[in-house]
C-alpha cells in the first residue's frame, strides 16, 4: 500500500549529538515536509521541499537540516545546536499541481527525547 | 499572512452528545479547507476537506461546511462514540501557498 514511512518511531539522544529521522514516501508526491509538534501545541513546519534537490527554511528552521536527493526520501537532521529538540516530529507529503487541492498526508510520526 | 483560530480544548462530551469544534480563518483569496484528526501517538489523518464556498465536506458522520462570509468552518456530528477521542485540526491552503496552515488543535474526549 502506498504510505509515508518515518523510522525511528521512538529515538533517545544524548545532549550534543546529531541524530537523523528517515522519511520515505511511495505516494509519488513531489512535496514533502517536516513538522514539529510539542505537547498541547499545534504544528510547525521546520522544512519544506517542492523537487528533488530543493528545500525551503519554514518557521523553525535553526538547528536542523534537510536534504532531498530522491524524490522518494527527505530525512531531517536535528543537530547539537537545536536548543530543545524533545519533541514529536511528523513528515508529510503532497501533490503540488496547480488547482490540486495539495492536502497532505502524513506519516505516524517519530519521538525524539533528549536525555 | 493566513491564520486559523479554533475553539481552545480539551472538550469533555458523553458518548452521543452533539459536537461543535469551532474554526474560523483570514486568508487572501479562497482558500481550502481541511480538518485533520489525531489519534494518540499517531500522525495526522485527514478527515474531510471543502474547497469553495458553501461546500460540505463530511466523512464517519463528521461534517463542516465552508461559510465564506463568515469565514467559518466549524466541525460538527451529531452522535459521538468513545473511539472519536482524539485531537482536531482545523487548517487552510490559501491560492498557490506551498504549504498548510494549521489550527493549534482542539483535544476531545468522549465519555461512555
Known amino acids: 500500500d502506498g504510505g509515508i514511512t518515518q523510522s525511528p518511531k521512538y529515538l533517545f539522544r544524548k545532549e550534543g549529538q546529531n541524530v537523523t529521522l528517515s522519511c520515505e514516501q511511495n505516494l509519488n508526491h513531489d512535496a514533502m515536509y517536516w513538522y514539529r509538534q510539542d505537547p498541547g501545541q499545534g504544528l510547525r513546519l521546520i522544512y519544506y521541499s517542492q523537487i528533488v534537490n530543493d528545500f525551503q527554511k519554514g518557521d523553525i528552521a535553526e538547528g536542523y537540516s534537510v536534504s532531498r536527493e530522491k524524490k522518494e526520501s527527505f530525512p531531517l537532521t536535528v543537530t547539537s545546536a537545536q536548543k530543545n529538540p524533545t519533541a514529536f516530529y511528523l513528515c508529510?507529503?503532497?501533490?503540488?499541481?496547480?488547482?490540486?487541492?495539495?492536502?497532505?498526508?502524513f506519516g505516524e510520526g517519530s519521538r525524539l527525547t533528549v536525555l | 499572512g493566513d491564520s486559523v483560530t479554533q475553539m481552545e480544548g480539551p472538550v469533555t462530551l458523553s458518548e452521543e452528545a452533539f459536537l461543535t469544534i469551532n474554526c474560523t480563518y483570514t486568508?487572501?483569496?479562497?482558500?481550502?479547507l481541511f480538518w485533520y484528526v489525531q489519534y494518540p501517538g499517531e500522525g495526522l489523518q485527514l478527515l474531510l476537506k471543502?474547497?469553495?464556498?458553501?461546500d460540505k465536506g463530511s466523512n464517519k458522520g463528521f461534517e463542516a461546511t465552508y461559510r465564506k462570509e463568515t469565514t467559518s468552518f466549524h466541525l460538527e456530528k451529531g452522535s459521538v462514540q468513545v473511539s472519536d477521542s482524539a485531537v482536531y485540526f482545523c487548517a487552510l491552503r490559501s491560492g498557490s501557498a506551498r504549504q498548510l496552515t494549521f489550527g493549534s488543535g482542539t483535544q476531545l474526549t468522549v465519555l461512555p
Open positions: 471543502a474547497t469553495k464556498a458553501d
Open positions: 486568508a487572501t483569496g479562497y482558500p481550502s
Open positions: 508529510a507529503s503532497s501533490i503540488f499541481v496547480t488547482g490540486n487541492t495539495g492536502e497532505l498526508f
